[in-house]
Each structure stands twice: as C-alpha cells, then as structure tokens.
C-alpha cells in the first residue's frame, strides 16, 4: 500500500518562504501524478499544484509565479518551493498521488496525513 509522508511545513512570516517535502513508499510504480493539495479552515480542499509522470505541471492561479513544484531524482519524492508567502496560503497541505492499476489504467489516488503551514501577516 502507498504511504506518503510530508514535512516542512510550519510558520513563516508574510513574503517568507518554505519548502515542503513528500515522501511516497510502498506500491509506488506506474505513477500518473504527483500532487500538491492545501485545506485551509472553513474550506473545502483545493488543488495547488501538480507534476505528471513525463513532468508536466500545473498550478492553481493563486499561486503561480510564487510556487514551484518538483519532483526528486528519486521519483519517489516531491517538493514544493512556497516563496513570497501571504496569510491566504495559511493551511494543512496535503500530498496526493495518483497511480494506475489493471491492464486498463484505472487510477487510484493516495494521500498523507497533511503538514501545517502558517504565515503570520
């Protein structure tokens, strides 16, 4: 079973920067995507960015041109540079992958227990 295991989240000031790091272990093969997931209180979970297998990216417009992700030269491992961090990017990210299973591709999505983030305005 995938376990994914994220760390360096904690409290920044306002234009600060973190990096937060996942870990995947376990079943990790035919990886369709990597992804970067943030829950703030009161909200529902929203998508913030994402890396595909052959590397492509995406990210939610809140944070383009501040956030990066990346995936390690182990595939097994991602990241996410935050910079220029604003009181809105306070919450509990989450890592998700995303692999396929089955002689047709059928997906199944794994996620961590989550790393708090908190920047202070």
């Known amino acids: 079973q995938v376990q994914l295991v994220e760390s360096g989240g904690g409290l920044v000031q306002a234009g600060g920067s973190l990096r937060l790091s996942c870990e995947a272990s376990?079943?990790?093969?035919?990886?369709?995507?990597m992804a970067w997931y943030r829950q703030a209180p009161g909200k529902q979970r929203e998508l913030v960015a994402a890396?595909?297998?052959?590397?492509?990216?995406r990210y939610a417009d809140s944070v383009k041109g501040r956030f990066t992700i990346s995936r390690g030269s182990v595939k097994s491992s991602m990241f996410l540079q935050m910079n220029s961090l604003k009181s809105d990017d306070t919450a509990v990210y989450y890592c998700n992958l995303v692999r396929a299973y089955g002689p047709w591709g059928s997906e199944m999505g794994f996620w961590g227990k989550g790393t708090l983030v908190t920047v202070s305005s």
């Open positions: 890396v595909s297998d052959s590397g492509l990216t």
């Open positions: 376990g079943g990790i093969f035919r990886i369709n995507e």
